[in-house]
Nanobody, 127 residues
Framework: QVQLVESGGGLVQAGASLRLSCAAS???????????MGWFRQTPGKEREFVAG????????HYADSVKGRFTISRDNAKNTVNLQMNSLKPEDTAVYYC?????????????????WGQGTQVTVSS
């Protein structure tokens, strides 16, 4: 089993910043650097959507158009962590944010590309 645990969510006002973190662990965890890592978000009644992803070595990020210029994804392979720095938050960013790991497909931007998922952390942005 591979466990992904997100942290850092919360309630903030529009324009504020939050930093989400995701820690990977587990008895069957391969070397963390072999996983493409991503962040998704989901609101009630809507499909889970891609937010950002980062290549195995951390050199190449990918972003959804809706967050480009505001969000930054990064990873620390020595610590088995991936982070999402979210700036200039908007009410439409309100969602449950999920961390995910993909072993087979790179880059991974679809839900089906990912092999492991965290439980999610709530981000609420008030206007």
């Amino acid at each position: 089993q591979v466990q992904l645990v997100e942290s850092g969510g919360g309630l903030v006002q529009a324009g504020a910043s939050l930093r989400l973190s995701c820690a990977a662990s587990g008895r069957t965890l391969r070397t963390f650097s072999t996983y493409y890592m991503g962040w998704f978000r989901q609101t009630p009644g809507k499909e889970r959507e891609f937010v950002a992803g980062i290549s195995r070595g951390g050199a190449t990020p990918h972003y959804a158009d809706s967050v480009k210029g505001r969000f930054t994804i990064s990873r620390d392979n020595a610590k088995n962590t991936v982070n999402l720095q979210m700036n200039s938050l908007k009410p439409e960013d309100t969602a449950v944010y999920y961390c995910a790991a993909a072993f087979r497909i790179v880059p991974a931007i679809k839900v089906g590309d990912y092999d492991y998922w965290g439980q999610g952390t709530q981000v609420t942005v008030s206007s």
